[in-house]
T-cell receptor, first 110, second 118 residues
Framework: RKEVEQDPGPFNVPEGATVAFNCTYSNSASQSFFWYRQDCRKEPKLLMSVYSSGNEDGRFTAQLNRASQYISLLIRDSKLSDSATYLCVVQSGSARQLTFGSGTQLTVLP | GAVVSQHPSWVICKSGTSVKIECRSLDFQATTMFWYRQFPKQSLMLMATSNEGSKATYEQGVEKDKFLINHASLTLSTLTVTSAHPEDSSFYIC??????????????FGPGTRLTVL
C-alpha cells in the first residue's frame, strides 16, 4: 500500500465548477499535512496546510480527518489558472520528511 | 524571503559522465536539505536527507555511491550523479529547511534540474 494515495484523475471541469480531491495516508503518526500544486515541468508550490479544524483560503478549503486518515481539498468557482497537478503531502518522522502522493491532475476548461 | 536556487536548470550529458547539481538557499541558513527525483507522470520521491556537516541519509533503494551528496555549508548542498545512464534521466528537485522565518521544518523548494542522459 502506498503511503499517500490519491485519485490520479484527470479531472476535466468547466470554469466555475466545484471540484473535490481526496487523499488517504497510511502512517497514523504523521504530523503535518499539506496540499501542493505543481505546474508542468515546474517545482511543487505550497498551496495550503491542512488542519483538523479545517481551513479555508479564498476558494480553497482543506480538511483533515485523523481518525480515518483522510485529507480533502475543495476548489470552488474554478478558474482556468487552477489547471495543475495537486499533490497531497504528509510530513512525518524525526527528520520531518515529506511524502508526496502521486498527484491529481486538474484541467479547467473554458 | 526563503528562496532556493538550483543550478543548472537543465543539463544534457553523455552516458558515463558525472553531473553535479547545486542547491543554494539564498537568504536563509538551511540546516537540512532534501533531494527528490521525479520521473514523468510520477510524484516526487525522496532520495536523501542531508544535514550540514554530516553524511546524508539515503532512502531505501537509492545508491549512495552513485548519488553523492555534499552539504558543506549552511547555504549549499550538491548532488553528483556519477557515471550517469539514460535511466537516470529525471527531474531532480532540492528543498531546504532551516532559519527562514517560518516554522523550522517548512521546506522551500528549488526550481528543479532536468537531467537528460543520452
Amino acid at each position: 500500500r502506498k503511503e499517500v494515495e490519491q485519485d490520479p484523475g484527470p479531472f476535466n471541469v468547466p470554469e466555475g465548477a466545484t471540484v473535490a480531491f481526496n487523499c488517504t495516508y497510511s502512517n497514523s503518526a504523521s504530523q503535518s499535512f499539506f496540499w501542493y500544486r505543481q505546474d508542468c515541468r515546474k517545482e511543487p508550490k505550497l498551496l495550503m496546510s491542512v488542519y483538523s479544524s479545517g481551513n479555508e483560503d479564498g476558494r480553497f478549503t482543506a480538511q483533515l480527518n485523523r481518525a480515518s486518515q483522510y485529507i480533502s481539498l475543495l476548489i470552488r468557482d474554478s478558474k482556468l489558472s487552477d489547471s495543475a497537478t495537486y499533490l497531497c503531502v504528509v510530513q512525518s518522522g524525526s527528520a520531518r520528511q515529506l511524502t508526496f502522493g502521486s498527484g491529481t491532475q486538474l484541467t479547467v476548461l473554458p | 524571503g526563503a528562496v532556493v536556487s538550483q543550478h543548472p536548470s537543465w543539463v544534457i550529458c553523455k552516458s558515463g559522465t558525472s553531473v553535479k547539481i547545486e542547491c543554494r538557499s539564498l537568504d536563509f541558513q538551511a540546516t537540512t536539505m532534501f533531494w527528490y527525483r521525479q520521473f514523468p507522470k510520477q510524484s516526487l520521491m525522496l532520495m536523501a536527507t542531508s544535514n550540514e556537516g554530516s553524511k546524508a541519509t539515503y532512502e531505501q533503494g537509492v545508491e549512495k555511491d552513485k548519488f553523492l551528496i555534499n552539504h558543506a555549508s549552511l547555504t549549499l548542498s550538491t548532488l553528483t550523479v556519477t557515471s550517469a545512464h539514460p535511466e537516470d534521466s529525471s527531474f531532480y528537485i532540492c528543498s531546504a529547511s532551516g532559519l527562514a522565518g517560518g516554522p523550522a521544518d517548512t521546506q522551500y523548494f528549488g526550481p528543479g534540474t532536468r537531467l537528460t542522459v543520452l
